[in-house]
């Protein structure tokens, strides 16, 4: 992601943290999936175009609010392979 997506992101979604936030929010936020199944949700959503997103959702006692959603593009093959090979 590069810094003029971010900033679309960042207005979309009405975020308040800054780039340099953003990774570590995420990352918090499915750890909070994994430690708390009850109350944090993540739905991944695929489609067959190969775009999906990932939506964070908490159960409050009341509803469900929508905490935040990353968007994914499936990559090509070669880079596929490439990210594989260097890891």
Same mark, same amino acid.
């Given at each position: ?18 780039m ?39 159960? $409050? ?20 392979r490439?990210?594989? $090979?260097?890891r």
């Open positions: 992601m590069d810094e003029a997506s971010f900033l679309w992101i960042q207005e979309q979604q009405k975020l308040t943290i800054s340099e936030d953003y990774l570590p929010v995420v990352v918090r936020m499915l750890n909070a999936c994994i430690s708390s199944p009850g109350s944090h949700l993540g739905l991944f959503v695929l489609q067959r175009s190969g775009r999906a997103h990932l939506d964070f959702i908490q159960n $409050t006692e009341f509803k469900f609010v929508e905490l935040l959603s990353v968007a994914f593009v499936a990559s090509d093959d070669e880079t596929v490439r990210s594989i $090979t260097h």
